[in-house]
């Protein structure tokens, strides 16, 4: 059973940073694509970032330059560095396996202007 938990969400000024962590477990990690999407007020569920067994990357437009996606193969581990924050980042962040349904409580960012 895939299970999810994130962490490091809260509350930040408009241009600080904030790191979110994936913790992943019930199944083989490393294997498998990862990847962040996030829960924005009044516009849905928005794919952010993923991240492919090997390493690479992709972001959606609206964070290219300052999100970056990582993985830690041996701590089953997925993190999201989140640089020059905005509103439009608030949400709730969740990490997700490629391809499957499975969503963990998901973090939450606020960022204030």
């Known amino acids: 059973e895939v299970q999810l938990v994130e962490s490091g969400g809260g509350l930040v000024q408009a241009g600080g940073s904030l790191r979110l962590s994936c913790a992943a477990s019930?199944?083989?990690?490393?294997?498998?694509?990862m990847m962040w999407v996030r829960q924005v007020p009044k516009k849905g569920l928005e794919w952010v970032s993923r991240?492919?067994?090997?390493?690479?990357?992709r972001y959606a437009d609206s964070v290219e330059g300052r999100f970056t996606v990582s993985r830690d193969n041996a701590k089953n581990t997925l993190y999201l560095q989140m640089d020059s924050l905005t509103p439009e980042d608030t949400g709730v962040y969740y990490c997700?396996?490629?391809?499957?349904?499975?969503r963990g409580p998901g973090t939450r960012v606020i960022v204030s202007s």
């Open positions: 991240i492919d067994r090997l390493g690479g990357t």
């Open positions: 019930g199944f083989t990690f490393s294997v498998y694509g």
């Open positions: 997700a396996v490629v391809g499957d349904a499975s």
